[in-house]
DNA sequence: CGTTTATGTCAGCCATATTGACATATTCTG
DNA sequence: CAGAATATGTCAATATGGCTGACATAAACG
């Protein structure tokens, strides 16, 4: 945090004499791809947004359904994890699901504290349909992007992840991706 | 304790084979893409966040402090429209910003019912601080990706915004460049 | 002149988050 | 086994940032 300061202070983006050359913003801020990923990620989420809409459920239900159906009897604790939420917050909105039958809660076999969390076929028909809309539209800027974008678009997106954080995203998919294929259907 | 550590940090298996070949994953949802996303930019606000709360200020604060930054002069019917807010929800924000010396209205010139927004140079080192924050991130990421990889992630980032509002968005982020290079300092 | 426009403001409501305190099972441990 | 620790739930109060509706004011426009 002390060095923003000096960053602030001494980096003059963009003067007026046409200096950036080439790939330009080398030293100036990048405006262009801070704006971008505000506008793509507001219509990545609004893709979702109209469908949770019309069961009066909102982003923090999404949220949920989605971490509830990728890990199949995970527990509260580590939902709440991954979210940064607090129990209070996810209180309200699990209850919600649970009582519309989205989500069901059973005590875990070895540790009967725990309640462990499941989807209910409802709620991985919501939660399909939901991934798919946003699929859909990576799909379609992937398709515009051509050869290797999605390989690519992966590693961009993993990479602008925290440091601290990367390695255990990547392993909460990983391990996501290899449950769901041992997953009998 | 609420440990994800599972270690396997390997890739994410692709399905061998040539069904899926062309952008992999043809049917089924783009779980890994999603999530990377969720969390890439949970990461690109958090940069933001932590200076904003210091100064008791939100993120709310921060989309309109950096498109007044950008847009100086804007009007606020303008900039309603670029947020999509309502006059009300800007109003608490955007009184905040102006008391505390990061924003200041004018009149406009031809017509003094408008009032023109501008950040002041408390607001413009406060925007430029966030945004230089930000782009470190991006400069980090797109140092890891190497190559054309600033250029790939413009573009991929331009084809998630839904078609209908991206060729605005692109003229809005034009805009605001080609003024940027006038304005004399 | 009257209407429209640009903006502001008051009042109330909703969703989602927070902290803190406390309750209830259940498991673990000395 | 008793007591501590753990997993979860819940009540209450508060903050933030959205929303709608109604109304006010000043300026521009026709």
Do not use: W
């Not at 604790?77 to 699901?97: F, H, M, P």
């Not at 992966?154 to 998919?173: G, N, Q, T, Y």
């Amino acid at each position: 945090m002390a060095d923003i300061n000096v960053l602030t202070l001494s980096s003059r983006p963009l003067e007026s004499g046409s200096a950036t050359a080439e790939h330009g913003q080398a030293q100036g801020p990048a405006f262009d791809l801070i704006e971008l990923l505000f506008f793509a990620y507001r219509d990545f989420i609004g893709d979702a947004d109209e469908v949770l809409a019309r069961l009066d459920f909102g982003r923090a239900h999404h949220r949920v359904l989605h971490f509830v159906n990728r890990h199949p009897g995970i527990r509260v604790a580590d939902l709440l994890d991954v979210l940064k939420i607090t129990k209070q917050s996810l209180g309200r909105v699990l209850r919600e699901l649970v009582d519309n039958g989205y989500v069901v809660q059973r005590a875990g076999p070895a540790d009967r504290r725990q309640r462990l969390l499941f989807a209910t076929q409802k709620g991985e028909a919501l939660a399909l349909e939901l991934a798919l809309l946003q699929t859909r539209r990576f799909a379609r800027a992937l398709h515009e992007c051509g050869g290797e974008a999605r390989e690519a678009a992966r590693k961009f997106l993993a990479a602008m992840i925290e440091p601290s954080a990367r390695a255990d995203v990547e392993a909460l998919i990983a391990r996501a991706d290899r449950e769901a294929k041992n997953r009998p259907r």
